[in-house]
Nanobody
Framework: QVQVQESGGGLVQPGGSLRLSCAAS????????IGWFRQAPGKDREGVVC????????YYADSVKGRFTISRGNARNTVYLQMNSLKPEDTGVYYC???????????????WGQGTQVIVSA
């Protein structure tokens, strides 16, 4: 069973930066996608960003392109999300998630972390 754990949320002013971390374990294969979803109050869950374990290809939602960067850590199955130029609309609970397969159609995942709160406010 795949387990996922994220960390690193908090309160930041608009224009500021935060870095989220995610550690995953229990994969039975070598081809999977891992990344983040977020859910703002009163809104649907949104697939924000993910990265492929096989070739490092990435997906970014239009709303975060140019501001967020996902990367893989030295430790196996660890990924980071660097969030810059944060906006109030980036506020929400960020969930690290993973699933077998590619980064295409990052709308669902099989394994989820418990979520970490990100608040962007002056």
């Amino acid at each position: 069973q795949v387990q996922v754990q994220e960390s690193g949320g908090g309160l930041v002013q608009p224009g500021g930066s935060l870095r989220l971390s995610c550690a995953a374990s229990g994969f039975t294969g070598d081809y999977y996608a891992i990344g983040w979803f977020r859910q703002a109050p009163g809104k649907d869950r949104e697939g924000v960003v993910c990265i492929s374990s096989s070739d490092g290809s990435t997906y970014y939602a239009d709303s975060v392109k140019g501001r967020f960067t996902i990367s893989r850590g030295n430790a196996r199955n660890t990924v980071y999300l660097q969030m810059n130029s944060l906006k109030p609309e980036d506020t929400g609970v960020y969930y690290c998630a993973a699933r077998p397969g590619s980064t295409a159609s990052w709308t669902e995942a099989d394994s989820w972390g418990q979520g970490t709160q990100v608040i962007v406010s002056a």
